[in-house]
C-alpha cells in the first residue's frame, strides 16, 4: 500500500528493546528531538487503544493523537491526529517493526496518510512530517538506544 509519507530504517538494536520505546504512548519525549513534553490525558493509559496524548513539539507547536491500535504480537500501532496547529487533517498514521535476521536489527517503518488545510503546501508538509518527525525520530531512536547498550 502506498501512503502519503513513508519512511524506513534499520535500527541496530534488537526488536525486543525497540518495540518498548515505540509501543509507550507516552513516550516520545525521552528520545525524539521533535517532541518536548508529552501527556495522557483524562486518565489514559500509554497502552490502551482510545488513549489521547497532548505533545508539545520543538521549537513550538502541539498535537493531540488518539491511539487506534496496539499491537504487541505485530508489533504494529496506528494512532491519528484529532487537533494540531499544523496544516493538515484527517491524520492517520503508524509504525510497524519486523526483525533484521542478520546482524540482529530491526527495520523500522513509520507512515502518514492525511490531507493539508487549504493554502498549504502538500508537498512540504508531507517533506516536513517525513524528514523533520519520522526520519528524524528513528534516527534519534537509534541513537538513543547506542547510547544505552550495554
Known sequence: MSHLVYVSRVVAAPIERVWPHLRDFNGLSAWHPGVADSRLEEGGRDDAPGTVRFLSLNPSGYVRERLLMLDDAGRSLRYAIIETDLPMRDYVAGVD????????????QWWADFDVVAGANRDEVARLVGEGVFAAGLQALDQYLRDRQG
Do not use: D, I, K, Q
Not at 517493526?97 to 523500522?108: D, I, K, M, R
Open 97 to 108: 517493526l519486523c526483525p533484521v535476521t542478520e546482524g540482529g536489527g530491526t527495520f523500522a
